[in-house]
């Protein structure tokens, strides 16, 4: 028991820089508290306590603003960091080392029964606001943009950003340009318009060049005098 209390706190310490100390993250960090509390309600749940468990649980989410299932199974070192308005479904399955910021949604797209709820393997990141939805797997350390919305699988070693949920970096390769900081990851739609802007200008430019063309084509040229032609003056072929 100590050992894992003394996982959770090096695993804050690691990924938050505002962790202090040892008794800063005990008395501050919400997130620790609720892990803390579901252990003792995966406990009770496993051993037929379910209505105590899920009382238990719902007290811990008034006092830490999480709510997660007693039934969620959640592995070694995991981090949510502040934790408020967190959301994690009864059949979730989460990994080890695996951080959720705040306001993040592990849940259902229904009223299926069974597996119902999505699978973070080791290391994955969720960012601030993104729901991942329905029994999915999100692959060996991804990443998850703020906001997304992820609703199919995800490779191992990905980023995916938007809504839905698009894969923006797959195996350490660029699908689109992306700086790997969960709370600065571009946004498809964005870029698509910016795609869109760039051609409108290159078609500007180029119909601007076709009508300076045109122009010059068509310029008058210098009307003849009268009684002058081509041949000499006064209309005299000769001259």
């Known amino acids: 028991m100590f050992a894992r209390l003394r996982n959770d706190i090096r695993a804050v310490k690691e990924r938050d820089p505002a962790a202090t100390s040892t008794l800063s993250v005990l008395v501050n960090y919400p997130g620790l508290k609720a892990i803390r509390a579901h252990r003792r309600h995966k406990w009770l749940h496993a051993h037929g306590f379910v209505f105590l468990a899920r009382v238990l649980s719902q007290w811990t989410r008034h006092r830490t603003g999480i709510e997660i299932h007693p039934a969620a199974t959640i592995g070694e070192r995991f981090f949510i960091d502040h934790g408020m308005g967190v959301v994690i479904g009864e059949t979730t399955l989460i990994g080890n080392d695996v951080t959720l910021y705040q306001g993040v949604t592990l849940g259902g797209t229904g009223k299926e029964r069974g597996?119902?709820?999505?699978t973070l393997e080791d290391r994955v990141?969720?960012?601030?606001g993104a729901s991942v939805l329905g029994n999915i797997t999100?692959?060996?350390g991804s990443r998850i943009g703020g906001g997304a919305v992820v609703v199919n699988d995800v490779p191992p070693n990905c980023t995916v950003v938007g809504v839905?949920?698009?894969?923006?970096?797959?195996?350490g390769q660029r699908v689109e340009t992306v700086d790997l900081h969960?709370?600065?990851?571009?946004?498809?739609?964005v870029e698509m318009f910016?795609?869109?802007?760039?051609?409108?200008?290159?078609?500007?430019?180029?119909?601007?060049?076709?009508e300076a063309s045109v122009s010059e084509r068509e310029e008058?040229?210098?009307a003849v005098p009268a009684g002058r032609t081509r041949g000499g003056a006064d209309g005299d072929p000769s001259s």
Not at 115 to 118: G, V, W
Not at 164 to 171: D, L, N, S
Not at 196 to 210: C, G, V, Y
Request: glycine share 6%; charged share 40%.
């Open 194 to 210: 910016r795609c869109m802007q760039r051609r409108i200008d290159r078609l500007e430019a180029r119909l601007a060049t076709d």
């Open 138 to 140: 999100i692959g060996r």
């Open 164 to 171: 839905p949920g698009r894969i923006v970096v797959r195996e």
């Open 125 to 128: 990141v969720v960012g601030v």
């Open 220 to 222: 008058p040229r210098p």
């Open 182 to 189: 969960h709370e600065d990851l571009p946004d498809p739609v």
């Open 115 to 118: 597996k119902r709820h999505p």
